[in-house]
Structures are given as C-alpha cells and as structure tokens.
Nanobody, 122 residues
Framework: QLQASGGGLVQAGGSLRLSCAAS????????MGWFRQAPGKEREFVQA????????YYADSVKGRFTISRDNAKNTVYLQMNSLKPEDTAVYYC?????????????????WGQGTQVTVSS
C-alpha cells in the first residue's frame, strides 16, 4: 500500500516536498515513480528512481527543478519540487513496480497511491 502526502497550494516559484510511504517489507526491491494528472489530461510521468536509488529518470518538463529520492530504511520516496510553475498543477501519484525497461511507462507500475493535489497559483 502506498500513501502519498505533502501536496498543497503554493505560489509560483515556491517549493513543496511530496512523500510516499509504503507498507510492507519489500519496499527496497521496488522501483518507484511519480506521475501526475492535470484535469482533462492523461496521467504523465514525472520522475522515477531505481530500487537501490542508483538511477533516476525525469521528464524534460521538470528537469533541474524536481528531485526524486528514497529512504529504504523508512520505506519512503520523496519528490522535492522547486521553482514550481502553474503548469505543475495536478494530482501527483506515486507508484511502484518490480522491474521493466522503461521507467516512464505507467503500465509497468503495479501499485499506485491515492494521489495528492498540488496547486500552483500565478
């Protein structure tokens, strides 16, 4: 089970840190990803991190602004979001998978959190 938190309302240029807490003892064996979905749009890939934190992947739209990290001892993955823009407004979802070649492919993720709303005002 995945529980996302940390969303909220922030002004453009501000920062938020999202957290995703996982239950179970096998968290460290899962790749983790963050996706987002704006109203009327498809759910899109944001960032992902490999099971051991050794590799990270990001969408071009968040390059240089967002950072994904994980703490396997705490069964938690984080998404630090800086320099937020109104176009970052969306529901953010964390997801977990056991493996695959394309980290941005949402079909490869088997487990999803409930989502947390991020709203960036201009």
């Amino acid at each position: 089970q995945l529980q996302a938190s940390g969303g909220g309302l922030v002004q453009a240029g501000g920062s938020l840190r999202l957290s995703c807490a996982a239950s179970g003892r096998t968290f460290s064996s899962y790749d983790m990803g963050w996706f987002r979905q704006a109203p009327g749009k498809e759910r899109e890939f944001v960032q992902a991190i490999s099971w051991n934190g050794g590799r990270t992947y990001y969408a071009d739209s968040v390059k240089g602004r967002f950072t994904i990290s994980r703490d396997n001892a705490k069964n938690t993955v984080y998404l630090q979001m800086n320099s937020l823009k109104p176009e970052d407004t969306a529901v953010y979802y964390c997801a977990a998978r056991t493996g695959g070649s394309d980290y941005s492919n949402r079909q490869s993720y088997s487990y999803w959190g409930q989502g947390t709303q991020v709203t960036v005002s201009s």
